[in-house]
């Protein structure tokens, strides 16, 4: 859906309250014509786990571990 904005003095657009201090991504394809995106931001010390291979093997960690009953405290 298009909707058309208008940007402030400043350079501003403002999208709406439910967008509020979300990371946005800003791609200019061409002078005047932008695609924004929504997502976050993983920092490089980070990235290590979305790697598929990594991944997969938390994942089955975490299932295991769910598995697995906690030890009672006398």
Do not use: C, F, N
Not at 44 to 70: C, F, G, Q, T, Y
């Amino acid at each position: 859906m298009a909707t058309m904005k208008t940007i402030g003095s400043s350079g501003k657009i403002a999208l709406g309250k439910e967008y509020a201090g979300r990371h946005v991504l800003i791609d200019e394809v061409e002078r005047g014509v932008w695609v924004m995106k929504l997502g976050d931001v993983i920092p490089d010390s980070e990235r290590w786990l979305h790697v598929p291979s990594v991944r997969h093997s938390l994942d089955r960690a975490i299932a295991w571990a769910e598995k697995i009953p906690l030890a009672r405290q006398a």
